[in-house]
């Protein structure tokens, strides 16, 4: 599982990438609002690399900005394996890669808590991530569907509704016995 994953995770997140960069061109082009440039200034700040304000480092950007939704993919693939599909996964995701940016952002002071911006530069960012993070997970869900089930999709199966008293589905061949003594 692990290692369909990983793969699995960095083809959906660099497509969920792709998506999110063509609506942001979109979104650029009838709103007139300039490329950010916050991704390239927090992998330069990440490396130790310098920072050159007055350029725009493209490439920098691009790395960062890919590089960073192809590894976030990779959590929304392990989701995806385990049983968390859908939309409601999506929207979980969503929130981790939103979390992930800030997290990011803050701890190296190119950017500041989301609060204190404008609302529609925060309603912008939301609506991004939002389709990079649906987007991604459509295509870790269609990819992680071609193993079957999840485990916890075999654990829902086992009694239908939403039910408190459900044990776990039976330990899959390959996983290690717990030891006692």
């Known amino acids: 599982m692990w290692r369909r994953a990983v793969w699995q995770g960095l ?14 061109k979109v979104e650029q082009r009838l709103s007139g609002r300039p490329d950010s440039h916050v991704p390239a200034r927090v992998l330069e700040r990440l ?24 590894l976030v ?33 803050n701890a190296t002071g190119v950017g500041a808590p989301p609060p ?23 295509v870790a869900d269609a990819l992680a569907a071609r193993s079957g089930p999840g485990p916890g999709q075999r654990h829902a199966a086992l009694r239908s509704g939403r039910e408190s008293d459900v044990g776990p589905v039976a330990r899959p061949s390959g996983l290690p016995r717990p030891r006692h003594g």
């Open 116 to 138: 204190t911006w404008p609302r529609p530069e925060l309603l912008v960012d939301l609506l991004h991530k939002a389709v990079y993070g649906f987007a991604t997970g459509a």
């Open 47 to 70: 490396t130790g690399a310098a920072e050159r304000p007055r350029r725009q480092p493209v490439p920098v950007n691009l790395a960062m900005h890919f590089g960073q939704a192809a």
């Open 73 to 105: 993919g990779v959590l929304r693939s392990v989701m995806a394996q385990a049983g968390l599909r859908g939309p409601v996964a999506s929207a979980m995701f969503t929130v981790v890669r939103l979390t992930n940016d800030q997290i990011l952002e």
């Open 11 to 24: 083809v959906s997140g660099t497509i969920g990438a792709i998506v999110m960069t063509v609506g942001e």
